[in-house]
């Protein structure tokens, strides 16, 4: 069977029996940085300098010939990365975890080894089914919320690596600086196997909060002004998810700390126009008669949400020339007896707003 490299290196020629999407994605591996493209109604391809090249012609270009599914597959086998964890055909109790690749060299360890394999009889191992590579067959995130002791005679020397006292159990470990003196020591995967629970958030999600009084503040990363809000910080993006005092914690981009483990419906993901309001710019505006109201930027236009319309950017420029000082534009005029000068403007039925706030809604848009 031939590999995607033979391939790179013009030593075999694919055949075009799949779709064009599958034809695609060998060629993307094969030759990545391509500046030249292919016209998929040909029978054979191969890859030479770089390009795309094909004919319907076989004997123009003599060398062996292989089924773009064949790729495919070795595709598949050759997409292993750190962290991913496998299991040896016929005993699925015992895990093993790919914990290094470097160069051609793979690290494996498991509860009580580590071993080092060359990366092409590890992709060999897996093509045969002698490795059984485990898949998570949802969208949920994994994460380890603790390591379980499966060492018990190694407590004694535990306690000591992490600098705990005699009388700690350590038959779970889940303090962040026990782990990591652990993982330093080269024994955590040695001594212990992780504890999993799934979570129904990722990093980069944005969630939703429905009940005030949900904000872990006493974790590092929480800020008063950013908490999660019913009416005020509602929406944001997790840039962080964290075990906190046992608890999974996700930590909004403005501050906010959300208990989304114990308090799961106090949150929920955001929907599109929450995102939207999220992700824009609020400018606060002053006026007499009503108080503080609120223009948002979104994508460089000014919207006001209550009456749900956008305000172009000719109608802001507008209002900024009504509080145009007159002496300046008047300064010729011989009947100006006095300078006049507009401090407060009404605009719809918001009355007594500001220069300011308008100059600064104008900055920001495009």
Not at 100 to 118: D, G, L, P, R
Request: aromatic content about 12%.
């Amino acid at each position: 069977m031939y590999t995607i490299e033979d391939l790179k290196n013009g030593k075999c020629v694919v055949i075009n029996d799949g779709t064009i999407k599958e034809l695609l994605k060998v060629f993307k591996l094969a030759v990545p940085n391509s500046r030249k493209g292919y016209n998929a109604t040909c029978r054979y391809y191969w890859a030479n300098e770089g390009y795309y090249w094909c004919n319907g012609d076989l004997n123009i270009k003599k060398l062996p010939e292989q089924s773009v599914k064949q790729f495919l597959k070795q595709i598949e086998y050759t997409i292993i990365k750190e962290g991913d964890q496998f299991y040896h055909s016929g005993n699925k109790n015992q895990i093993y975890k790919i914990s290094k690749i470097q160069n051609n060299s793979v690290t494996v360890a498991c509860s009580n080894s580590i071993c080092n394999y060359q990366l092409k009889d590890c992709l060999e191992f897996i093509k045969k089914g002698y490795w059984i590579l485990i898949k998570n067959q949802n969208n949920m995130e994994k994460k380890i919320a603790a390591y379980k002791l499966i060492k018990p005679e190694y407590a004694k020397a535990v306690k000591s690596i992490c600098n705990l006292t005699k009388s700690t159990d350590v038959s779970i470990i889940n303090m962040q600086t026990s782990i990591d003196s652990l993982k330093n020591a080269d024994v955590l995967h040695l001594w212990f196997e992780p504890i999993c629970q799934e979570l129904e958030y990722q990093v980069g999600d944005y969630i939703t909060c429905l009940k005030n009084g949900w904000n872990n503040s006493e974790h590092p990363n929480y800020k008063h002004k950013g908490a999660f809000e019913v009416n005020k910080n509602r929406t944001q993006k997790i840039v962080k998810i964290d075990l906190f005092r046992n608890n999974f914690v996700a930590v909004g981009h403005l501050g906010g700390v959300a208990r989304i483990e114990t308090c799961k419906n106090a949150f929920r993901k955001a929907t599109e126009e929450e995102i939207e309001i999220a992700n824009s710019i609020k400018i606060e505006m002053f006026s007499s008669n009503k108080g503080n109201f609120e223009i948002e930027i979104i994508d460089g236009k000014a919207f006001y949400r209550p009456d749900k319309k956008w305000l172009p950017k000719e109608f802001i420029e507008e209002i900024i020339d009504w509080f145009d000082d007159s002496s300046e534009s008047f300064k010729y005029n011989s009947n100006l007896i006095y300078t006049l000068k507009v401090e407060l403007l009404t605009v719809g039925c918001m009355q007594g707003t500001r220069l300011e706030d308008w100059k600064n809604v104008l900055k920001h848009l495009n």
